[in-house]
């Protein structure tokens, strides 16, 4: 739900306007999306767990959209190994010619990482990002997720979110991270189907402790329990997950970290970096359109 400005420049110019395949959005575009050739350079699909060379990545955009300056799109900084930099740009490169323009959808628990996950896989696959609270924000004049609930209740915060899906539906080249509980409404499933959804599946501890750190000020599901902040974000979010995980196994393909810090051999997936995670997504979604394909 953070650094969501941008979109309100994007939105309206983007959902109304159905563009096929890989025509781009109306507005000028400005993508200049070749990533360096690595010729000589193999890259394999593994992160090798020793970090070799740390840096902060600044995720610069390489594609400015819409006369906005690619620079403007706020990204936060985590440490990011060169190497998983360079096995992201090779995935993207694989995985674009499969997604032929559809949109991504990302699904999970609320802090999940849809977002800062979204806005890497945006970047890195020249598609622009949406946050699907900041458009139904935008369709109530601007009054945040935590006041509609509190104005106008849930059902009504939830018949935006369908419309903004809708109106999403019948767009290309969007990354889309949704809302939490975007998954409970059949309908909403019909319109992410037009798309590839993923499942970002994070531990509830871990959820947990991101939430705790950030605060729970944005998200109204969260406001009710008694206890310290971490316990009763944990309970909620547990009540909530168990409500819902057969939801979010309509995606087309999950990502678990819990499976990512098995293969990187690291105990906690506190320790992943966004971008193994968007690895490991561009990853799944190859296997979806693949499989989609007929190609295994
Ligand atoms: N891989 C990660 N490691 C550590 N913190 C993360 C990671 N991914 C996201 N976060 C943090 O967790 C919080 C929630 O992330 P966000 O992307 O907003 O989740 P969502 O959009 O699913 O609600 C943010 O403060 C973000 O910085
Ligand atoms: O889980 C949920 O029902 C919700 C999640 C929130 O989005 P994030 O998942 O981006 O926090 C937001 O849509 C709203 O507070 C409801």
Redesign the pocket.
């Known amino acids: 739900?953070?650094s969501k400005a941008i979109q309100r420049l994007q939105f309206p110019a983007m959902v109304y306007s159905d563009k096929g395949g890989r025509t781009v959005p109306s507005g000028s575009l400005n993508m200049s999306c070749g990533f360096m050739e690595h010729k000589k350079l193999r890259v394999f699909v593994s992160v090798p767990s020793v970090k070799i060379q740390q840096r902060k990545l600044p995720l610069k955009i390489a594609c400015s959209y819409n006369k906005v300056p690619a620079s403007t799109l706020k990204s936060?900084s985590?440490k990011t190994p060169l190497s998983e930099e360079l096995i992201l740009k090779s995935k993207s490169k694989e995985v674009e010619p499969y997604l032929s323009g559809r949109c991504i959808y990302l699904v999970?628990m609320?802090?999940?990482?849809?977002?800062?996950?979204g806005k890497i896989l945006s970047q890195v696959l020249c598609y622009s990002f949406f946050d699907s609270d900041t458009l139904i924000e935008e369709e109530v004049d601007g009054t945040s997720v935590a006041d509609i609930f509190k104005h106008y209740g849930e059902t009504f915060f939830r018949d935006k979110e369908t419309e903004v899906l809708r109106k999403l539906s019948m767009t290309h080249r969007h990354v889309i991270?949704t809302g939490?509980g975007a998954v409970v409404r059949p309908i909403n499933w019909k319109y992410m189907h037009k798309g590839v959804s993923i499942w970002l599946d994070v531990p509830v501890e871990a959820l947990a402790q991101?939430i705790t750190?950030?605060g729970t000020n944005s998200r109204p599901l969260l406001h009710s329990e008694v206890g310290d902040a971490y316990t009763k974000t944990f309970m909620r979010l547990s009540s909530l997950f168990e409500e819902r995980s057969q939801a979010y196994a309509n995606a087309n393909a999950k990502v678990s970290l819990e499976n990512i810090a098995a293969k990187l051999g690291q105990k906690d997936v506190?320790d992943?970096?966004?971008t193994a995670?968007a690895i490991e997504a561009l990853e799944q979604i190859l296997g979806f359109l693949k499989s989609e394909d007929g190609y295994c």
């Open positions: 739900m953070e936060e985590f999970g609320m802090g999940s990482g849809k977002t800062t996950v991270s939490g991101r750190a950030v506190s992943l970096t966004p995670i």
